[in-house]
């Protein structure tokens, strides 16, 4: 998904487009158009392609908040979200990071669904309320919008709903498996089959609709089916692949040691003079009396205006050890990796008996893992 249009920020998160949507909304704008002229043959030529190409957009905007409502629930529960993309078939939020926790995940993952519901009842009603009557044809451009727009958001809620994972329902029930079993390897395996049954479901239903003669209708839910079948694999080996790569490895092994140690009482001028400038290191250990008291990074420095680092000691700008994510050398390095991803940490002291025994940095983490997959 990586070849996109990038249109915006919205929290932080960059949202882009992928160049198959472009096909996608031109599909949508065409066959609008086609249904507009059929039901209202008395609109004119621009009246219909000023409304299909308007609900292309408001379609495209409520894809968006479906990916929204992802994406914001995944930041309360402080996973980080990078960026949305919009494709052919709809759209992913990526979530660095899996959810930690069975209620984190059951949340993340049914928002989507929640808020396509809301936007289509929503359309329904107003629609309704602009005296439009259920199972008639509506015959204003607003509530041919509006009606169109309420059945796709919702058929969107119930396509997402079906539990193959990687689609909304698969999360929704591998987040309930979870929290019943409390293991969540098994729990992601059991949603993985669920989702290969249903993805062979769709195809066989697709190819026996497709010989009784429902032509590209048929062929269309088969090519879903096949879509969530390579999903659900990919999803599945990605999984094994990065727990697999680090499997076994202790956070000892990676480590950076020989961090260099400043007194808390320093002045930042003399840090920066004396350590940061002089040095190739971008972490240093803050200690008192031998003891570790926090951490400071160029980061830390830069924060603070360069005319106050004289009279800023050191231990004004660290980061005491309180608040910061720590690890031991015994930690797995697969847990250490979640950590980084979780907090949006750039490293992570190495602590044994209140002894700093090392840094491991997320960069190495990330290295790391590219090399041994
Ligand atoms: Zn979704």
Known sequence: MNSNVKVGRVSGIEIGLHYSWFIIAALIVFSLVERFRQVNPSWGRGET????????????????LHELAHSLVAQKRSLRVSKITLFALGGVSQI???????????WVAIAGPIASLIIGFSCLGIAVGLVWQRSTEPHTAVTGILVWLGYINISLALFNMIPAFPLDGGRVLRSILWAVTKNASLSTRVAAWVGHVAAFLFILDGIRKYFSGA??????IAFIGWFLLDAAKSSNTQAKTTAGAVRGMRVSEVMSRGCVAVNRGMSLQDFVD???????????????????VGLITRRDVGSIPRDRWHRTTVRQAMRPLQTLNTVTPETPVLDALKLVVRYGVDQLPVIANGILQGIVFRSQLVELLRTRS
């Open 49 to 64: 392609w000023i409304t299909a190409l308007f609900t292309a957009v408001l379609f495209f905007v409520s894809l968006l």
């Open 96 to 106: 660095q990071g899996d959810a930690t926790d069975a209620k984190t995940e059951f």
């Open 215 to 220: 032509g590209f209708g048929g062929l269309w």
């Open 274 to 292: 004396v350590c940061l400038l002089r040095t190739a290191q971008r972490c240093f250990a803050v200690e008192d009396d031998g003891r570790l």
